[in-house]
Protein backbone atom coordinates (compact mmCIF):
# COMPACT_ATOMS: atom_id res chain seq x y z
CA UNK A 1 0.00 0.00 0.00
CA UNK A 2 1.86 3.74 -0.87
CA UNK A 3 1.97 6.08 1.89
CA UNK A 4 1.46 9.33 1.73
CA UNK A 5 2.09 12.47 3.86
CA UNK A 6 -1.49 12.05 5.77
CA UNK A 7 -1.56 8.31 7.71
CA UNK A 8 -5.06 6.23 6.50
CA UNK A 9 -7.28 7.10 9.38
CA UNK A 10 -6.91 10.69 9.25
CA UNK A 11 -7.37 10.40 5.13
CA UNK A 12 -10.56 8.48 4.71
CA UNK A 13 -11.71 11.57 7.18
CA UNK A 14 -9.70 14.42 5.43
CA UNK A 15 -10.00 13.57 1.76
CA UNK A 16 -14.14 13.62 1.98
CA UNK A 17 -14.32 16.71 4.11
CA UNK A 18 -11.61 19.04 1.53
CA UNK A 19 -13.89 17.59 -1.24
CA UNK A 20 -17.39 18.58 0.77
CA UNK A 21 -15.37 22.56 0.93
CA UNK A 22 -14.09 22.84 -2.29
CA UNK A 23 -17.70 21.67 -3.81
CA UNK A 24 -19.11 23.99 -2.07
CA UNK A 25 -16.68 26.67 -3.21
CA UNK A 26 -17.17 25.84 -6.65
CA UNK A 27 -20.70 25.73 -6.55
CA UNK A 28 -20.46 29.36 -5.02
CA UNK A 29 -18.16 30.76 -7.55
CA UNK A 30 -20.51 29.24 -9.94
CA UNK A 31 -23.67 31.10 -8.84
CA UNK A 32 -22.31 34.19 -8.65
CA UNK A 33 -20.63 34.20 -11.69
CA UNK A 34 -23.57 32.66 -13.91
CA UNK A 35 -21.12 29.80 -14.90
CA UNK A 36 -21.73 27.69 -17.54
CA UNK A 37 -19.51 25.59 -19.70
CA UNK A 38 -21.71 25.81 -22.63
CA UNK A 39 -22.48 29.69 -22.60
CA UNK A 40 -18.52 29.51 -22.66
CA UNK A 41 -17.98 28.46 -25.85
CA UNK A 42 -21.01 29.88 -27.53
CA UNK A 43 -20.10 33.04 -26.35
CA UNK A 44 -16.31 32.94 -27.56
CA UNK A 45 -17.55 31.73 -30.53
CA UNK A 46 -19.85 34.16 -31.54
CA UNK A 47 -18.96 37.02 -29.53
CA UNK A 48 -15.42 36.22 -28.74
CA UNK A 49 -15.65 36.94 -25.21
CA UNK A 50 -13.49 34.32 -22.99
CA UNK A 51 -14.98 35.25 -19.56
CA UNK A 52 -17.20 31.81 -19.02
CA UNK A 53 -14.25 30.25 -20.88
CA UNK A 54 -11.93 30.58 -18.80
CA UNK A 55 -13.46 29.47 -15.89
CA UNK A 56 -14.30 25.80 -17.66
CA UNK A 57 -10.09 25.83 -18.54
CA UNK A 58 -9.45 26.67 -15.15
CA UNK A 59 -11.67 24.10 -14.04
CA UNK A 60 -10.30 21.78 -16.36
CA UNK A 61 -6.74 22.14 -15.05
CA UNK A 62 -7.85 22.43 -10.93
CA UNK A 63 -9.47 19.59 -11.33
CA UNK A 64 -6.21 17.69 -12.80
CA UNK A 65 -4.36 19.50 -10.22
CA UNK A 66 -6.34 18.43 -7.32
CA UNK A 67 -6.68 15.08 -8.23
CA UNK A 68 -3.10 14.72 -8.25
CA UNK A 69 -2.48 16.28 -4.92
CA UNK A 70 -4.89 14.28 -3.84
CA UNK A 71 -2.91 11.19 -4.88
CA UNK A 72 0.55 12.95 -3.12
CA UNK A 73 -1.11 13.49 -0.37
CA UNK A 74 -3.28 10.52 0.59
CA UNK A 75 -2.60 7.73 -1.98
CA UNK A 76 -3.50 4.81 1.15
CA UNK A 77 -7.03 6.84 1.49
CA UNK A 78 -7.86 6.10 -2.32
CA UNK A 79 -8.52 2.41 -1.74
CA UNK A 80 -10.41 2.71 1.05
CA UNK A 81 -13.55 4.36 -1.40
CA UNK A 82 -15.68 2.04 -2.55
CA UNK A 83 -15.19 4.16 -6.04
CA UNK A 84 -11.80 3.73 -6.35
CA UNK A 85 -10.97 1.02 -8.66
CA UNK A 86 -7.63 2.40 -9.97
CA UNK A 87 -4.24 0.95 -9.21
CA UNK A 88 -2.58 4.23 -9.71
CA UNK A 89 -2.71 8.34 -10.75
CA UNK A 90 -2.46 7.35 -14.59
CA UNK A 91 -5.27 4.93 -14.91
CA UNK A 92 -8.43 6.57 -16.72
CA UNK A 93 -11.60 7.10 -15.07
CA UNK A 94 -11.62 6.34 -11.56
CA UNK A 95 -14.58 4.58 -10.74
CA UNK A 96 -15.48 3.02 -14.00
CA UNK A 97 -16.76 -0.52 -14.52
CA UNK A 98 -13.18 -2.70 -14.41
CA UNK A 99 -11.70 -5.24 -16.91
CA UNK A 100 -11.66 -2.87 -19.69
CA UNK A 101 -8.34 -1.47 -21.16
CA UNK A 102 -7.56 2.19 -21.09
CA UNK A 103 -8.67 2.61 -24.62
CA UNK A 104 -12.53 1.19 -24.11
CA UNK A 105 -12.22 4.00 -21.33
CA UNK A 106 -11.45 6.59 -23.79
CA UNK A 107 -14.18 5.22 -26.03
CA UNK A 108 -16.75 5.53 -23.10
CA UNK A 109 -15.30 8.92 -22.28
CA UNK A 110 -15.63 10.53 -25.71
CA UNK A 111 -19.13 8.75 -26.46
CA UNK A 112 -20.64 10.09 -22.73
CA UNK A 113 -18.72 13.46 -23.03
CA UNK A 114 -20.48 13.89 -26.56
CA UNK A 115 -24.25 12.86 -25.29
CA UNK A 116 -23.76 15.02 -22.02
CA UNK A 117 -22.99 18.09 -24.45
CA UNK A 118 -25.92 17.36 -26.54
CA UNK A 119 -28.19 17.53 -23.82
CA UNK A 120 -26.62 20.28 -22.17
CA UNK A 121 -27.09 22.54 -25.73
CA UNK A 122 -30.84 21.21 -26.12
CA UNK A 123 -31.47 22.08 -22.19
CA UNK A 124 -29.78 25.39 -23.07
CA UNK A 125 -26.98 24.86 -20.25
CA UNK A 126 -24.63 22.43 -19.25
CA UNK A 127 -25.13 20.15 -16.00
CA UNK A 128 -23.44 22.97 -13.63
CA UNK A 129 -25.08 25.88 -14.82
CA UNK A 130 -29.01 23.81 -14.73
CA UNK A 131 -27.87 22.65 -10.71
CA UNK A 132 -27.03 26.09 -9.64
CA UNK A 133 -30.64 27.41 -11.02
CA UNK A 134 -32.38 24.30 -9.48
CA UNK A 135 -30.60 25.62 -6.32
CA UNK A 136 -32.28 29.21 -7.25
CA UNK A 137 -35.52 27.84 -7.41
CA UNK A 138 -35.85 27.37 -10.93
CA UNK A 139 -38.26 24.51 -11.43
CA UNK A 140 -37.11 23.29 -14.97
CA UNK A 141 -33.97 23.08 -13.54
CA UNK A 142 -34.80 20.92 -10.88
CA UNK A 143 -36.89 18.69 -13.58
CA UNK A 144 -33.55 18.21 -14.82
CA UNK A 145 -31.25 17.71 -11.81
CA UNK A 146 -34.35 15.42 -10.57
CA UNK A 147 -33.69 13.47 -14.47
CA UNK A 148 -29.67 13.34 -13.95
CA UNK A 149 -29.84 12.07 -10.91
CA UNK A 150 -32.39 9.12 -11.73
CA UNK A 151 -30.15 8.82 -15.04
CA UNK A 152 -27.21 8.42 -12.72
CA UNK A 153 -28.79 5.42 -10.61
CA UNK A 154 -30.64 3.94 -13.63
CA UNK A 155 -27.04 3.68 -15.56
CA UNK A 156 -25.14 2.33 -12.59
CA UNK A 157 -27.53 -0.27 -11.75
CA UNK A 158 -28.43 -1.28 -15.04
CA UNK A 159 -26.93 0.34 -18.18
CA UNK A 160 -23.18 0.36 -17.27
CA UNK A 161 -23.21 -3.71 -17.03
CA UNK A 162 -24.49 -3.26 -20.71
CA UNK A 163 -21.60 -0.92 -21.77
CA UNK A 164 -19.28 -3.45 -20.27
CA UNK A 165 -20.42 -6.34 -21.88
CA UNK A 166 -20.44 -4.46 -25.73
CA UNK A 167 -17.09 -3.00 -25.39
CA UNK A 168 -15.66 -6.31 -24.18
CA UNK A 169 -17.54 -8.11 -27.13
CA UNK A 170 -15.73 -5.41 -29.26
CA UNK A 171 -12.47 -6.88 -28.45
CA UNK A 172 -11.40 -4.41 -25.70
CA UNK A 173 -11.53 -6.29 -22.69
CA UNK A 174 -8.51 -6.63 -19.98
Do not use: K
Not at 65 to 70: D, E, S
Not at 81 to 101: D, E, Q, S
Amino acid sequence: MATGILPVDAAVFFVPLVTLTLGLLIGYLAQRSGYCSIGGFRDYFLFRHTRLLSGYLALIVASFAGYFLFWLVVPGAMEHFFWATTRGPFVPVPGAPGGLVPTAYLIISIVTGFLVGLIAVLLGGCPIRLTVMASEGNYRAAWFFVGMCAGSIIFATIVSGWVVWFINALGFGA
